[in-house]
Every structure is written in structure tokens, then in C-alpha cells.
């Protein structure tokens, strides 16, 4: 079960790396920025169930350590309480956020394809949904590394 929830810390933490440090830049150096944003939109919702899932198996996980106790309980309780909101934020992310982040970037993209600057209120939206989704992708980071952290320094583990 330690190593089920190790690996589930590990393809989660690396699924954030990767996308934030190298798809998503290599994306929008290589391709055009319309394109670039149709593959961004396409591969997040994926992104975040992901995270929902992972998510899910650590909570799993947590709960058999702590009753197998393997896990020492203010560990286990940080750890569940972490995944938990870790969970609820991708959750949020996936079907609240990105798709308002979709909408504002559709409605920006039909602006110039009709010739027009897109409105700068439109613009101030957009710039404050991708700050928001980097504040919460940094902080579900952070606190995946915190879980890494956790169980691999937990006394008993």
C-alpha cells in the first residue's frame, strides 16, 4: 500500500511538473497561439481528472496505513486532509474554472478572427482566471510535495 500511494504521489507531482515546465511552454513557443491554446483546452480537463483520481487512490491509501497503522495518525490526518483539498481544488479546476477559461478564450479568439481587439475587460478576465489556475496549480504542487514529504520521513514508515 506504501508504494501504491508513493506512485500515486509520483505521477501526480510529475504530471504537474511536466505540464507547467515544459509542455505548456514547448506548446506555446512551437505551435500558433491559436492552435497552442486548442491543446491546452483539450489536454486540462484530462490533467485534472487525473489529479481527481490520484486524489482518490491516495485517500485509499491513507485510510489502509492508518488503520494498518503504518502510518502515525497526526500523519495520516494531515495527509487525508491534504488530499482531500488537493482533490477538491482539481475538482473545482476541471469543472468550474477551465471551462469559464475556455469560454473568455473562445470569445478572445472569435473577437480577432472577426478582426476586432478583443474588449480589455475580456482580456482582464482571461489574465485573472490563468493567474488563479497558477495559484492553485502551485499550491496543489506544494502540497503534493508535503505529502512526498510526509511519508517518507513519518516515524513507523
Not at 489502509?64 to 497503522?69: A, E
Not at 482580456?123 to 499550491?139: C, F, I, M, T, Y
Amino acid at each position: 500500500m506504501k508504494w501504491l500511494y508513493l506512485v500515486t504521489l509520483a505521477v501526480w507531482i510529475g504530471s504537474i511538473v511536466f505540464l507547467s515546465f515544459v509542455q505548456a511552454p514547448t506548446v506555446f513557443r512551437v505551435l500558433k497561439p491559436a492552435d497552442a491554446a486548442a491543446l491546452q483546452r483539450a489536454t486540462f480537463p484530462k490533467y485534472y481528472l487525473l489529479g481527481i483520481v490520484c486524489a482518490t487512490v491516495g485517500i485509499v491509501c491513507v485510510a489502509v496505513l492508518l488503520g494498518t497503522h503504518v502510518l502515525p495518525m497526526p500523519v495520516a490526518i494531515l495527509s487525508l486532509l491534504l488530499l482531500a483539498g488537493m482533490g477538491a481544488l482539481n475538482l473545482w479546476m476541471r469543472q468550474g474554472v477551465a471551462p469559464q477559461m475556455s469560454v473568455v478564450r473562445q470569445q478572445i479568439a472569435e473577437d480577432r478572427a472577426a478582426g476586432h481587439e478583443p474588449p480589455p475587460e475580456l482580456e482582464a478576465d482571461w489574465k485573472s482566471l490563468h493567474r488563479l489556475s497558477v495559484q492553485v496549480n502551485g499550491a496543489v504542487l506544494l502540497s503534493g510535495l508535503v505529502l512526498l514529504f510526509a511519508l517518507v520521513y513519518a516515524k513507523g514508515v
